[in-house]
């Protein structure tokens, strides 16, 4: 079984930055992709950003430039740097992994951009 926790959403205004973060636990799988997805209220989970094993990262184009995914093995966790914040990337913002058991999830935590 496959555990995420995440921390790190709160409140920001416009131009700002925060930094998610996302403990991966448990035992018995290999980590194939780090993805961190976001739902706005009524509206459908989007892709923002991966990793994989390897190394490579990729985002979606809407936060290109702003956002940075990473990974620290040492500690299991996933991250993601948001910078230069706008209010629509208010939305909850899920952790996913892919591993040899399949994909797992975290509970999401809730970002809310507004001045």
């Known amino acids: 079984q496959v555990q995420l926790v995440e921390s790190g959403g709160g409140l920001v205004q416009p131009g700002g930055s925060l930094r998610l973060s996302c403990v991966v636990s448990g035992s018995g799988f290999i980590i194939h992709g780090m993805y961190w997805y976001r739902q706005a209220p009524g509206k459908q989970r989007e892709w923002v950003a991966l990793?994989?094993?390897?190394?490579?990262?990729d985002y979606a184009e809407f936060v290109k430039g702003r956002f940075t995914i990473s990974s620290d093995n040492a500690k299991n966790t996933v991250y993601l740097q948001m910078n230069s914040l706008k209010p629509e990337d208010t939305a909850l913002y899920f952790c996913?992994?892919?591993?040899?058991?399949?994909?797992?999830w975290g509970q999401g935590t809730q970002i809310t951009v507004s001045s």
């Open positions: 990793k994989t094993s390897g190394g490579t990262t």
């Open positions: 996913s992994v892919g591993t040899t058991l399949g994909v797992s």
